[in-house]
């Protein structure tokens, strides 16, 4: 078992998909992070400027916008400029995952994922 974080991250998971939602967001809370988890960008924005995350966790396929456009809102959002983001797909070429990381993703994660690639990703 991955043992507790030495320095916990507010993390914002975006994750459309209600049970990969809850079961990421309970993993990463065991091991020590503060996780506000979403299902879609809107929420994810609103959440954002409110919580001030260290951290967002984002699924390519969010229903109500591109990730392309949440990572393009979040950085226009002020006090967001150490904001890392990875990006975690369930698909995607290699050529996507050039695309995001030439935008400026500081990672891209292939589900699935295990929790101790996430938390190399986040850390």
């Known amino acids: 078992m991955t043992q ?23 993993l990463l809370e065991i091991v020590g992070h503060e996780v506000k988890a979403v299902a879609t960008g809107g929420e994810a924005l609103t959440s954002a400027v409110v919580q001030f995350p260290d ?10 916008m591109d990730c392309r456009d949440l990572y393009a809102r979040l950085r226009n959002l ?15 070429t290699e050529s996507d995952a ?3 990381l030439h935008l400026g ?4 994660l292939l589900k699935p994922s295990n929790l101790e690639e996430i938390t190399r990703a986040i850390t």
């Open 4 to 26: 507790p974080v030495v320095s916990p991250n507010r993390i914002l998971l975006v994750e459309p998909y209600d049970d990969a939602r809850d079961m990421l967001s309970v």
């Open 55 to 64: 951290v967002v966790l984002t699924e390519t396929a969010i229903p109500d």
């Open 78 to 92: 002020s006090n967001m400029s150490n904001l890392k983001v990875i990006a975690l797909t369930g698909y995607c």
């Open 98 to 100: 050039k695309e995001l």
């Open 105 to 108: 993703f500081d990672c891209v």
